[in-house]
């Protein structure tokens, strides 16, 4: 793999104009109206991979969206890697906020980007990540140097919580068999300074409803007389924690697992500014749960956020009204051995039982799961520190990430593997949020250094 550098050099502005072309469809799984838009992206997808070199190449049918299944089986003695990713997008909104139109993608320096970055929804998440995985292949394909067998699992749902995943993984267990699973669906510290992401919290997302009266009242008529749903609401919502900052659910931290202060004094190793952190996100001061530090509260410790908030008349001008409901989306990011399923419900026996008499309460499940923790003495994680240290010059950092990937617990449930997130964004790439994108070096440096994953991984295979 020594001609990798040339090879990614003589080939970049294909590369990224390719990642271009797949930028400018809008797949927002999210919203039906994109509908044809996400299943002609994975059109795009299957053709890509058809191009880079897989033999056998399908778009399978699911309940939802379709999952774009490839494979190059070239040894039934050697190790199989099996890549994920999704096509799908996050929705663009708002998008006032844009710099640019978020499906027409344009390359703009950035102060941590001099090389240029490529703006546009889904730049970083997932199809820039997943994208160099494609042509990472493609490189190994065209120089004769695949190591070991390689299948792909492309998915459509992963921004809505992956609801046909499941289904599709426990129905092909044979044909999705592998000894490693591979992601880029995450980020490292910096540029200069890789990291692997070792651990992932979990998840569990509520709507509530709330409601008073039968309808829309008359604020001068009724107000102080009936309950105002916007205000119990909110009542409601802030007594979820207390002076600490600690969630105050019954029962919601009893099985958070605390870390050693040993295993706390490695996280603090990684290099953090407090100052840069404040600075980039334009806040005077950081917030949240008393006793533990930033990168503590983002990564190892569970949160409850109100995501969304509505009711009543928020139109131009005024209208005088207690409305008959608010609403509120709520999402609860859990640690390991925290169960989704059950929090779920410790809320919402929680969130029922605080609510005054004068209002009904109505608590919807959306999706969730559980957290990941991978440990670093596996084969798969030694091989993505070997590729990472020769691409960077650094050796990698492991580092648990604040956000869920949901599929990551069930994969290791269904098809028993453990899974490598090798993420190559940083946290500054506004995933999920107006502008985001993703450096043109992390693009490369991505496409770069996943072949010498796949070298070293079965490499050490055969030794063990």
């Not at 809008?26 to 039906?32: L, M, N, Q, V």
Request: one cysteine or more; proline letters at 6%.
């Amino acid at each position: 793999m020594e001609n990798i550098k040339s090879y990614v050099d003589e080939n970049k502005d294909r590369f990224i104009n390719e990642l271009i072309e797949l930028l400018k469809i809008p797949s927002i799984s999210a919203d039906t109206a994109y509908n044809q838009d996400v299943l002609n992206t994975a059109d795009a997808v299957k053709e890509s991979l058809e191009k880079a070199g897989c033999d056998k190449v399908e778009i399978c049918e699911t309940p939802g969206y379709p999952i774009v299944y490839a494979e190059k089986i070239i040894d039934a003695n050697l190790p199989t890697v099996l890549v994920y990713g999704h096509y799908d997008v996050q929705p663009a909104d708002p998008i006032e906020l844009w710099d640019s139109p978020p499906f027409e993608p344009v390359i703009k320096k950035t102060e941590l980007h001099p090389e240029g970055a490529i703006f546009a929804r889904g730049a970083c998440d997932d199809k820039g990540q997943m994208y160099m995985h494609v042509k990472a292949f493609e490189y190994m394909i065209q120089n004769d140097n695949l190591p070991c067998n390689v299948k792909f699992m492309i998915e459509g749902e992963e921004e809505i919580g992956s609801p046909s995943l499941d289904w599709f993984v426990k129905r092909n267990q044979e044909k999705l068999a592998n000894d490693v699973i591979l992601i880029s669906d995450t980020g490292m510290i910096s540029n200069e300074q890789p990291s692997i992401t070792t651990g992932l919290r979990g998840l569990s997302y509520v709507e509530v409803e709330v409601t008073g009266p039968n309808r829309d009242l008359h604020s001068g008529l009724y107000g102080g007389a009936v309950a105002n749903p916007i205000n119990v609401l909110n009542k409601m919502i802030a007594s979820l924690h207390d002076e600490n900052n600690h969630i105050t659910i019954p029962g919601f931290y009893d099985k958070v697992i605390e870390l050693s202060a040993d295993e706390r004094a490695e996280m603090a190793k990684a290099p953090f500014s407090l100052e840069a952190y404040k600075n980039a996100l334009d806040i005077n001061d950081v917030y949240g749960e008393k006793g533990y530090t930033t990168n503590e509260r983002n990564s190892i410790r569970p949160t409850l956020d109100v995501n969304g908030i509505w009711g009543g008349y928020i139109g131009e001008g005024a209208k005088t009204v207690i409305p008959s409901k608010a609403f509120a989306k709520i999402s609860m990011r859990l640690v390991p051995d925290q169960d989704p399923e059950e929090i779920t419900q410790l809320f919402m026996d929680h969130f029922t039982k605080i609510a005054p008499e004068a209002v009904t309460v109505k608590v919807t499940p959306h999706h969730g799961g559980k957290a990941y923790v991978t440990p670093i003495d596996n084969i798969g994680y030694m091989a993505a520190n070997k590729a990472y240290t020769e691409s960077f010059g650094v050796p990698a950092i492991p580092q648990r990430s604040g956000g869920s990937i949901p599929i990551v617990a069930l994969f290791e449930q269904e098809l028993k593997s453990k899974s490598i997130l090798m993420g190559f964004g940083l946290d500054s790439d506004a995933i999920h949020s107006p502008n985001e994108h993703y450096g043109v070096f992390n693009y490369l440096k991505g496409i770069e250094t996943i072949p010498l994953f796949y070298k070293y991984y079965t490499e050490l295979f055969k030794e063990n």
